[in-house]
């Protein structure tokens, strides 16, 4: 199999959506068995013509369309191109996205391979070939050191698209979706590295939490809906790669245990509309880190569910705080979203949130209360005087502080996916009730089911009505692509 630079370049029509990403499927399928066949064989210069696949849409004609679309429209007519990696894996996606914008204007839809080459390293089963031994560097940097075979490039991985830079906007072709190949792939790539499974298992709803014990009470629930049958979920992927089933959920011996840095677990559907949990671990740091990869996905929601300091001394230990604004202290986004860009809370899932605290805890307004969730990149922010507390608070609305729902917020904002934080109170530091071993055992204990099944019940609320979540909210002034 062979596909000559200037051959795969030539154009190929399609009369459909559904034409041109099984198209782009196929052609992905074909470099990558082309990529196996020069490496096998040793014959590299093969490997010269593993390059990604480009889908086109030529579209003719602006028009006025329904002004309550949420994606799939245009500010003027032009070239609209994306070079694209595993299309297989979005293809749901894909389908989704060409279809509107095609619907919404006269098109026409071409498909090419592009000029981009394909690393073996971003191609499964391929990673650890002798060829492909080496780190990131420079296009021929690491590896082998043969031409033929490229390294990955730190200088293909940025978010311009996303982050609305001017090139990126301003030349023949304008882009169709939000990331380039390689940013695509090291993206997958970390969520393997980071979660311990492959990044096509990870579901369109996602959980995040700080805390094993949520981890294990999602995971039993995940069981428990696999034993009773009628449910839609099919499968549960473990973080060790088990992989459960109806057949074997109700005598699974299953092991939570992980060497990997954020442990995930994947409640899945065939339609990949089921709900993943990720043990984040603390900080804004690591709620950077996840997002800015599973953003790739383009999953349909996500949500925190973790703990924070209760700042009202009306407040109780175990209440909830359904975050509706956010003070950003943790400066990990400030030179991507500017602090003085506002991040709206998403009204979809606020409501759904609620909703399910109701559901779950009963109809009682004393347990949940909405405010502004203060994060912080300083686990002892507390630990000043009262005279610098008083500085930090002084005109603040604050009704919380954690450390990531900020940062999942922000980047929620700036990856244009529907957010959410529902927090409990762990801890009442201004109020003479700090943080200690004894009473934060047994506020987990009383806590944990009721505080992740809220979110739970959220995620499956939203997921059977996922038309609700595409909002027009999220959507940038100027500097936008056609996809969601």
């Not at 969520?191 to 039993?220: C, R, S, W």
């Not at 677990?265 to 800015?292: E, H, M, Q």
């Amino acid at each position: 199999m062979f596909f000559p630079i200037l051959e795969a370049m030539t154009f190929t029509e399609h009369d459909s959506a559904e034409a041109a990403v099984d198209a782009l499927i196929t052609m992905y399928d074909a470099v990558v068995e082309l990529a196996e066949e020069a490496l096998g064989s040793g014959n590299h210069e093969l490997y010269r013509d593993v390059v990604y696949p480009k889908l086109i849409v030529d579209v003719k004609q602006w028009r006025p369309i329904d002004r309550t679309e949420p994606y799939g429209y245009v500010d003027h007519a032009g070239r609209y191109a994306a070079v694209l990696s595993r299309p297989r894996m979005m293809r749901t996606y894909l389908m989704d996205m060409l279809t509107r914008l095609v619907t919404n204007y006269p098109c026409d839809i071409y498909t090419c391979y592009s000029d981009i080459q394909i690393p073996p390293v971003f191609i499964d089963g391929l990673e650890n070939t002798p060829q492909n031994i080496g780190g990131i560097g420079g296009e021929t940097g690491g590896g082998s050191g043969d031409s033929a075979i490229p390294q990955p490039s730190l200088d293909f991985v940025d978010d311009g698209i996303v982050d609305s830079a001017w090139d990126a906007f301003h030349s023949d072709e304008l882009p169709l979706f939000h990331f380039a190949p390689h940013r695509f792939d090291v993206a997958c790539k970390r969520i393997e590295h980071y979660t311990g499974i492959p990044a096509d298992g990870v579901q369109q709803f996602i959980l995040f939490t700080n805390y094993a014990m949520h981890t294990t009470e999602f995971v039993k629930y995940g069981l428990a809906e696999l034993v009773k049958g009628d449910t839609r979920y099919t499968h549960m992927l473990l973080p060790n790669g088990e992989k459960v089933t109806a057949n074997n959920a109700a005598t699974c011996e299953y092991n939570l245990d992980s060497r990997y840095q954020m442990p995930r677990y994947d409640l899945c559907t065939t339609d990949g509309d089921g709900i993943t949990i990720i043990n984040i671990g603390v900080g804004p740091s690591n709620a950077k880190t996840i997002t800015d990869c599973l953003a790739v996905l383009r999953p349909e929601c996500w949500v925190m569910i973790g703990h924070c300091a209760g700042l009202d001394g009306r407040m109780r230990i175990g209440d909830l705080i359904l975050g509706n604004a956010y003070q950003r202290r943790d400066h990990i986004l400030d030179d991507r979203i500017g602090v003085n860009i506002p991040i709206p809370a998403v009204p979809e899932v606020q409501r759904a949130l609620e909703a399910s605290v109701h559901a779950v805890y009963g109809e009682s307004q004393d347990l949940m209360r909405t405010g502004t969730v203060l994060s912080t990149d300083d686990r002892n922010w507390e630990w000043h005087t009262p005279h610098d507390l008083w500085r930090i608070l002084r005109g603040s609305t604050a009704v919380a502080v954690d450390m990531e729902s900020a940062a999942l917020a922000t980047n929620g904002y700036r990856y244009r996916i529907p957010y959410g934080t529902l927090l409990a109170v762990s801890d009442l530091p201004l109020h003479n009730v700090p943080k200690l071993p004894a009473a934060a055992q047994a506020f987990y204990s009383n806590s944990k089911e009721a505080h992740l099944m809220c979110a739970v019940r959220a995620m499956e609320t939203l997921a059977a009505n996922p038309e609700k979540l595409h909002t027009r909210k999220l959507r940038r002034t100027i500097g936008e692509v056609p996809f969601r």
